[in-house]
């Protein structure tokens, strides 16, 4: 546990759209490498939207939130937009009271909202069925 | 050794309705705040503590999130110090869970300027004392030039 190599964050490429999120546990160490390494990928792969899962973070202090606006701050600066999904209600609240608003920090109820802000939409499933339906 | 998550894990899937009414308090605590690693246990250590004494989910991230502003301060600008926990209880019945947070470092020099949203000698977001004054139900700071600084939080159940 202590002292040993955390394995990186898992980041996925969806078309121009990098796919990742964030773990229960964010320590200074592992916010460090995982700006430097989603902003090299960023760069690498021309990627124009990054979608961050932070539905598992079950705390925000103002370090993660100091991560999450300079990591938009950077991405911008490289072209791409992104958008912070899933914060639990407890965390928000407490972000407020905090005094912490994430200025910048473009944000979604969840995933699935956050990858159709970023330009993808979910094709109407049983296309075929429906058209058959119409049709009687 | 266990994992901290486990043991938060298997607290909360543990608790019984009634537990924490009937039982004693646990004993207070004190946890050294030295590294990264330290910060981890004590959040682990403060969320396990919050269940413990019966807090609902909002104030579980309230006292966790002061705690964990806390302890950064005590390592970043205090080179280090200890959070102990303890569980008050009122005469009234509401029982608590008080955090205090101490360190040697060089203190607090201008107490109010600290205190101000925005205010960072530490390249953070300067939100870290007054925002654990806000996430709180009582506060207070007792510290100086060259005394080290003590920060002691208490948050109360369903007030």
Redo the contacts between chains.
């Keep these: ?3 040993q190599p955390q394995p990186g964050v898992p980041i996925l490429r969806l078309g121009d759209v990098l796919v990742t999120g964030l773990l ?2 964010l ?3 592992t916010a460090i490498a995982f700006t430097e390494e989603l902003t090299e990928r960023i760069s690498a792969e021309g990627a124009r939207g990054v979608l961050i899962d932070i539905s598992r973070l ?6 993660v ?2 991560t999450l606006m300079e990591l938009t701050t950077v991405a911008r600066l490289l072209g791409a937009r992104v958008i912070v999904a899933g914060m ?4 928000a ?2 972000l407020v ?4 608003e994430l200025v910048g920090v473009e944000t979604a109820l969840n995933p699935e909202q956050g990858m159709a802000a970023l330009g993808w939409r979910q094709a109407p499933q049983p296309l075929e069925g429906a058209r058959r339906g119409t049709a009687r | ?1 266990a ?1 901290p ?1 486990e043991s938060t894990l298997a607290s909360r899937g543990a608790k019984r309705p009634g537990r924490a009414e009937t039982r004693r308090p646990p004993a207070p605590a004190t946890y050294p705040v030295r590294t ?2 330290d ?2 246990t004590v ?1 682990h250590a403060v ?1 396990a503590a919050t269940v413990e004494a019966g807090f609902g ?2 104030d ?3 006292v ?2 002061a705690a ?2 806390l302890a ?1 301060n005590a390592y970043v600008h205090g080179g280090g110090g200890t959070v102990t926990l303890e569980y008050p209880r009122e005469p009234g019945g509401r029982r608590g869970l008080r955090l205090t947070v101490k360190d040697e470092g060089p203190g607090i020099a201008d107490l109010d300027a600290a205190l101000t ?1 925005g205010f960072t000698t530490g390249g ?5 004392l ?2 654990a004054r ?2 709180m139900d009582e506060f207070t700071v007792r510290t100086g030039p060259g005394e080290g600084t003590v920060v002691v939080v208490t948050r109360w159940t369903s007030r």
């Design positions: 546990m202590t002292g229960n546990e320590d200074d160490r079950e705390v925000i202090d103002s370090f939130a100091r639990r209600p407890p965390v609240i407490t009271e905090l005094g912490i | 050794m994992l998550g990264e690693e910060l981890l959040r969320r989910l909002v579980q991230t309230r966790v999130t964990s502003e950064r949203d953070g977001l300067g939100h870290g007054g925002g806000r996430l």
